[in-house]
């Protein structure tokens, strides 16, 4: 499927050996992770990969829906949005990961389970969050999560872990804040952020061409795990 409005991509000759799979996370709808987990697929789609998208939010599922709206629109979405019935997430995202370069899995709301058994086959888990303190305070139940999949991950290396800012309002204090926070419990915060645009909502039911944000995201991510 191509969009119908101009959004580049170049050809990957740097395809991974068997699909990476990341898992955008947060024990708490309203944090950014189905925008994120759009945008961060448009930006690999963008370099060459081949991606899917799995909407495993068992309350909303906004991704497929936000997928379902596009085409609707005519300006679908360039990869696949799947909608899991949610038994065995872990198996299904196993077989997606021979077909496709990246598995965006777009999981979290309430579902702790589920969230725990894609992690454990996870390359790394970015946790969308919206800085306030209120959002804060849920991102132990999160981090509890990883570290009880990272015990059973099937890797030797588990899984990297990044905190993503989103919603962050320049005009207030609260990201400052939050990072400053984030920092002293000694969580993995990018520098990266996703700022507070009327443009992201905007966004919402069409293929965004604006991935500048989200680019830097990806581009900090590589460096990281480049360095490691």
């Given at each position: 499927m191509s969009p119908t409005i101009d959004l580049p991509r170049i050809?990957?000759?740097?395809r991974p050996e068997i699909g990476q799979v990341t898992v955008i996370g947060m024990l708490k709808g309203g944090a950014g992770k189905t925008t994120s987990a759009v945008?961060?697929?448009l930006v690999l789609w963008s370099l060459g990969f081949t991606v899917v998208v799995v909407d495993a939010d068992s309350v909303s599922q906004t991704a497929y829906g936000w997928a379902r709206d596009?085409?609707?629109?005519?300006?679908p979405l360039p990869f696949p949005v799947e909608r899991?019935?949610?038994?065995?997430?872990?198996?299904?995202?196993?077989k997606l990961?021979?077909?496709f370069d990246h598995v965006i899995v777009d999981v979290g709301g309430?579902?702790?389970a589920l969230l725990a058994d894609v992690l454990e086959k996870a390359t790394r888990l970015i946790v969308t969050l919206a800085p306030s303190k209120f959002d804060q305070k849920q991102l132990a139940a999160t981090f509890k999560?990883?570290?009880t999949a990272a015990a059973g991950h099937e890797g030797e290396d588990g899984f990297a872990v990044y905190v993503l800012l989103t919603r962050a309002d320049a005009r207030t204090s609260q990201p400052r804040e939050a990072r400053r926070q984030l920092e002293e419990d000694e969580r993995p915060v990018l520098d990266a952020e996703i700022p507070a645009r009327?443009?992201?909502e905007r966004a919402i039911d069409t293929c965004p061409t604006n991935l500048d944000d989200y680019r830097a995201v990806w581009h900090e991510i590589q460096e990281a795990e480049a360095a490691a």
């Open positions: 050809e990957s000759d740097m945008y961060l697929a596009a085409e609707a629109a005519g300006t899991y019935p949610f038994q065995d997430l872990g198996e299904y995202v196993t990961r021979k077909e309430g579902n702790a999560q990883a570290r009327v443009e992201y």
